[in-house]
């Protein structure tokens, strides 16, 4: 059975094909499509943000007065969608979705003068620090240290898998301040500009070629206390609205049926012993289970968007997303590869010096596939691992 939306969203998802296929540049399109959907590059992305920012859909989920839309819930899903589908990238989505609406919700006005308008017009990239070696998961005994002295914080410590703080001029950072009382409770959420003394950022190569992710060493940074973000030892707890807020568009559901798509069309001119991939009975085999559960997984964010009765609690629902879409995700990249064989083989792992920040350039359509499929095994881990997941699904839904 096909699903079908009202006549109002099919005219609404009309209108934003046609605005962003007028809006977004043929050379930012490709060069997302070459990188297989995986955000291009940080230029691109801030520039992006700027075209969408003109036309008042830069930030559509926030709320009106901070520049939202005030579009629901589904039509915000179609323009996901059609964005996705039309190649767009990402806005930074450490500034639109996680710490813009933190410092909407519990900010002071001034920094909701500061930073809003900054993140809603792409100004500049902003970068995540909470994991520290030996804390990603068990985030709460993070160690960096951030002592008040008078009108400022000294932040001592070490952040890693910071996503693109090479290339981002602020960061939010959850720091402890407070080491004498039980570890959730001494944790503070605090802005942090990249250029200042004491910081120095170190680049990780990784296995898909790219270099993104980054070490973030502080050393006796002096931070203004007025970048303290709502109340000091609160961090936790803005931490927790804000993983919720990412594990909720965690499906993966737009890329997950853009990629299934290509992996058919793939599937359909790639050969094996003359005769297409797609009629090869294993092949078909595995291609009809994926499509399924992409079927299953947008079913189910569909319900979830239109506020179903769930039977499970909310945060359980999204962890299950989370864990659905992630593994897809894999499956589905891993597929691709297998289409492709020996040709998506070819590939050539780049040292952070050698690329620029558009990221690195493939020469290859069939090595972006494999890039792809790497940097997929991550899906599973960021966020919230696959593990940590279950455990919420098992204690929420199920009480264990
Ligand atoms: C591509 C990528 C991008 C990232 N971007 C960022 C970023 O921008 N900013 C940032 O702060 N962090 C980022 N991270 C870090 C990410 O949040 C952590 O890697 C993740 O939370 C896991 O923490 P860890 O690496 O310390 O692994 P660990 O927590 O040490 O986990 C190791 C293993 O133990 C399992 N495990 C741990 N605890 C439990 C438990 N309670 N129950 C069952 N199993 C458990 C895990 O599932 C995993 O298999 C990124 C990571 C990746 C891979």
């Given at each position: 059975m096909d699903l079908a939306f009202d006549p109002q969203l099919e005219e609404f998802r009309a209108t934003v094909r046609?605005?962003?296929?007028?809006?977004?540049?043929?050379?930012?399109?490709?060069?997302?499509?070459?990188?297989?959907?995986i955000n291009s590059g940080h230029a691109e992305t801030l520039e992006w943000t700027r075209i969408l920012s003109e036309r008042g859909w830069s930030v559509p989920h926030w709320p009106k007065e901070y520049g939202g839309t005030g579009w629901t819930p589904m039509q915000l899903h179609i323009f996901l969608e059609e964005?996705?589908?039309?190649?767009?990238?990402?806005?930074?989505?450490?500034?639109?979705?996680?710490?813009?609406?933190?410092?909407?919700?519990?900010?002071?006005?001034?920094?909701?003068?500061?930073?809003?308008?900054?993140?809603?017009?792409?100004?500049?990239?902003?970068?995540?620090?909470?994991?520290?070696?030996?804390?990603?998961?068990?985030?709460?005994?993070?160690?960096?240290?951030?002592?008040?002295?008078?009108?400022?914080?000294?932040?001592?410590g070490q952040k890693i898998w910071t996503g693109g703080a090479f290339a981002s001029e602020w960061g939010f950072f959850l720091v402890r301040t407070n080491p004498d009382v039980k570890p959730q409770a001494g944790i503070s959420f605090l802005m942090i500009k990249l250029d200042t003394p004491g910081v120095t950022i170190r680049r990780i190569p990784q296995i898909n070629?790219?270099?993104?992710?980054?070490?973030?060493?502080?050393?006796?940074?002096?931070?203004?206390?007025?970048?303290?973000?709502?109340?000091?030892?609160?961090?936790?707890?803005?931490?927790?609205?804000?993983?919720?807020?990412?594990?909720?568009?965690?499906?993966?559901?737009?890329?997950?049926?853009?990629?299934?798509?290509?992996?058919?069309?793939?599937?359909?001119?790639?050969?094996?012993?003359?005769?297409?991939?797609?009629?090869?009975?294993?092949?078909?085999?595995?291609?009809?289970?994926?499509?399924?559960?992409?079927?299953?997984?947008?079913?189910?964010?569909?319900?979830?968007?239109?506020?179903?009765?769930?039977?499970?609690?909310?945060?359980?629902?999204?962890?299950?997303?989370?864990v659905a879409g992630s593994r897809l995700q894999q499956a589905i990249t891993e597929l691709q590869v297998d289409i492709l064989g020996p040709r998506a083989l070819r590939f050539h792992a780049f040292e952070p010096e050698e690329r620029d920040d558009a990221g690195p350039l493939w020469p290859t359509h069939a090595e972006g596939r494999t890039a792809n499929a790497l940097i997929a095994r991550a899906s599973t881990i960021y966020g919230g691992t696959l593990q940590v997941q279950k455990g919420i699904i098992s204690k929420l839904a199920f009480g264990l």
């Open positions: 046609q605005a962003i296929a007028e809006m977004l540049p043929p050379r930012i399109a490709e060069l997302q499509r070459a990188h297989g959907g964005s996705s589908s039309a190649w767009a990238p990402d806005t930074c989505w450490g500034a639109t979705h996680m710490c813009g609406p933190v410092i909407y919700t519990f900010g002071s006005d001034a920094q909701k003068q500061t930073f809003l308008p900054a993140f809603r017009e792409g100004r500049y990239f902003l970068a995540q620090g909470f994991s520290e070696p030996g804390n990603g998961s068990d985030l709460a005994r993070l160690r960096t240290a951030a002592r008040r002295e008078g009108d400022r914080y000294i932040v001592n070629g790219d270099a993104d992710l980054c070490e973030v060493f502080l050393d006796n940074v002096e931070v203004p206390a007025e970048n303290l973000i709502g109340e000091e030892g609160m961090g936790w707890t803005y931490a927790k609205f804000l993983l919720d807020h990412e594990r909720t568009t965690s499906s993966f559901i737009f890329t997950n049926k853009r990629e299934l798509a290509r992996a058919k069309a793939l599937a359909a001119v790639e050969q094996i012993d003359g005769r297409p991939v797609a009629e090869h009975p294993d092949f078909r085999s595995r291609i009809t289970r994926i499509e399924a559960e992409v079927t299953a997984l947008e079913w189910s964010v569909l319900r979830e968007l239109a506020n179903e009765e769930f039977k499970y609690d909310r945060t359980a629902a999204a962890s299950t997303l989370k």
